[in-house]
């Protein structure tokens, strides 16, 4: 059974397998689970988005004992294959019941007999089938087994597992891309920057060392004080002008020619002091 989309209207969907909503390009398969079981079916299914599959649990290879589901993202699957496997043990219990099959049947019970011949050609069919093998990205392989005659049908079903890995892989190699060149388009950013501050500030140093601090501003009616180190006029003479503060105080007082003011001036800043 091969079904598409449950969005596609057109194309019948019908599985035991559970999609989300949002997936997309469904594919899903039925397999006989071996060759004389062949009316028990795994269910091996593949979507935008992830490899799942339920399979049934046995008793003997003939009874079914529940289920089994499996799912893998995508993006931790490093590769799928097909193998054929043989399992000796199978044939070493199919011989152990054949020979127990002629014991019984010599000892004239033909019903046992008959048992152990069941037993022993169901044992030996199953012991080859064939394997989807499925690795992920850490190196761990898990198999979903199905009847070694429909290995053509597991060998096509690994063809649209493989299309969806590698879309999958080629859309998140896409996003690793241009998460990087957003990385080296924010670092040379971050670079021009630097590069920029480190540029700017020599500029501002050499300007502030070449350049004059300048004179404080003077508010209205205020007098403007004297640069530092300006000589003070003579003591006995106080014309208008700054002079050394009498007080004691500052550097500087201004004088307006008749009386001391509270404008006063220490290392080139003015402010007001009240006498």
Known sequence: ??????????????????????????????????????????ELGVTSTRLVAKTPHTLLGLIPLGSEDFAQ?????????????????????AIVFLIAMIVLFKNDQPVLGIIALIIAVVTGLNAMQAELSVQNNGGM???????????????????????RL??????????????????????????????????????????????PAPAPAASAGAAVPPPPGAPAAPADAHPAGWHADPHGRFAYRYH?????TENVSNGGAASTDPI
């Open 73 to 93: 993202p995508l993006p931790n699957i490093a590769g799928v294959g097909v193998n054929t496997r043989v399992y000796p043990w199978r044939i070493i219990w």
């Open 141 to 163: 392989v898990s198999y979903l087994r199905v009847s070694v005659l429909q290995q053509a049908k597991l060998k096509a079903f690994q063809e649209q597992v493989n299309q």
């Open 256 to 260: 307006d020619g008749q009386n001391w």
């Open 166 to 211: 590698f879309a999958d892989q080629s859309q998140l190699r896409h996003v690793q891309t241009t998460q990087l060149q957003q990385q080296q388009l924010m670092a040379q950013q971050l670079n021009n920057q630097f590069m920029q501050q480190n540029f700017s500030q020599p500029q501002a140093q050499a300007q502030q060392f070449a350049a």
């Open 1 to 42: 059974m091969s079904s598409q989309s449950p969005n596609n209207p057109q194309a019948p969907y019908s599985s035991g397998i559970i999609f989300a909503p949002g997936e997309t390009n469904i594919e899903v398969q039925q397999f006989s689970l071996s060759v004389v079981a062949f009316w028990l079916k795994s």
